[in-house]
């Protein structure tokens, strides 16, 4: 298989990466692609979590294998009072590209569960056959309490 992932969550936090292509209008997980593929990074949060008040997550990956596709970012997290930030970080000389992303909202009821965020990526075609890897780390959650403000989770392993 192409794809390995790798993930540090947040305590109480299980969080899932899968790799998808779209086909016909629908996403199937797939484990490899061929040069010049486009896929979609799927981050889905296992374990329903109450009361969000936000997320911020780095995802590192190989940049001379895939090619983040700008503007491809989607939050999937139904709130009208979040906000959404992707930040595209290049790659220094180690290859190893990173995207930050982050979510917050000034709800106090927002929970997740499910397919959170998804990025495309272009595979290059340059791209040498072999393995490579997607990872995954929470650097903050914040859970939000009605009238309490709010509190962070620390990251773990």
Excluded: M
């Excluded at 995802?59 to 983040?68: I, R």
């Excluded at 709130?79 to 790659?91: E, G, R």
């Excluded at 180690?94 to 930050?100: E, H, L």
């Amino acid at each position: 298989s192409l794809f390995g992932y790798s993930v540090k969550a947040a305590v109480n936090t299980s969080i899932t990466l899968k790799t998808v292509k779209n086909t016909g209008g629908s996403y199937t997980q797939i484990t490899s692609a061929a040069p010049n593929d486009t896929v979609t990074l799927q981050i889905h949060c296992n374990n329903a979590v109450e009361n969000v008040g936000g997320i911020s997550i780095t995802v590192y990956y190989d940049s001379a294998v895939l090619a983040f596709r700008e503007q491809s970012y989607t939050s999937h997290i139904v709130d009208d009072s979040a906000s959404f930030l992707v930040q595209p970080i290049a790659a220094g000389n180690d290859k190893g590209a990173r995207i930050n992303i982050v979510w917050d909202t000034s709800a106090q009821n927002t929970n997740l569960s499910g397919l959170i965020f998804s990025l495309a990526f272009d595979v290059l075609g340059s791209a040498e056959s072999g393995n490579t890897e997607f990872t995954a780390e929470v650097k903050s959650f914040f859970l939000s309490y009605k009238g309490e403000g709010r509190q962070a989770l620390t990251p773990g392993s």
